[in-house]
Structure formats: structure tokens, C-alpha cells
């Protein structure tokens, strides 16, 4: 073998190289994308499980006191964010439907979503 086919086989093993590792480099950075993005839908199952359990366990008596302290976390969040709600709609001169929670004018005697109506 010549100078010049040395020089070649050198070049081509470094290239060989050079592409196993960009291989690696790009599929480690693949499976750590496709692990990120598994990771985020999983957030969002744990969450949908979690608005299941609530409705299913706030009002049981029968709580360990961690998952009561986070039932009760979430009933308070979810009454300051319906006060927060009226505080808007009282802003704009509007209120919630008890019953359908349209935006309705507060000087409505109905409901004009839901027919209800209102005192
Ligand atoms: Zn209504």
C-alpha cells in the first residue's frame, strides 16, 4: 500500500470516527428529547388523575392528613379563584350564573344562557 492509500485509510477511520460519535451525540440527545417529552405528557396524566381523585375523595372524611392537607390546598385555591372570578365580573359590572356560570349583566332577572332565575 502506497503513501497516498495510508493517508486515505487514516482519513476514512477518523471520519468513521467522527460519524459514530455524531451517531451517538445525536441519538443520546434524540432519546433525551423523546424522555422530556415523555416526561411532560406524564405531568399532565398525573394531573388529569388528580382532578379525578379529588371529585372522587374532598368530601370523605376518611383522608390521610397528607392527602387532606392537599385536598384542602386545592378547595382553598379553588374558592379564592371563584372570588377572584366574582371580583372581575363585579368590575365589569357583570356576574356568574349560579347554575350554568355565564357571564351574565347584574342587573339581569334571568339568565340569559341558561334560563334560571336570578335574586
Ligand atoms: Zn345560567
Known sequence: MGFLDDAINKTKEVFDVA???????????????????????????????????????????????????LVDAITEKNEEIARLNEDIQSIKNKRVCPECNANIDVNSSYCNSCGTKLD
Do not use: W
Not at 451525540?25 to 379529588?54: C, M, P, W
Open 19 to 69: 460519524c459514530k460519535k455524531t451517531d451517538e451525540v445525536v441519538t443520546v440527545e434524540k432519546q433525551k428529547f423523546n424522555i422530556a417529552s415523555l416526561k411532560s405528557k406524564r405531568e399532565k396524566d398525573y394531573a388529569d388523575l388528580g382532578k379525578i381523585y379529588y371529585e372522587l375523595v374532598k368530601d370523605s372524611a376518611d383522608l390521610s392528613d397528607e392527602t387532606r392537607n
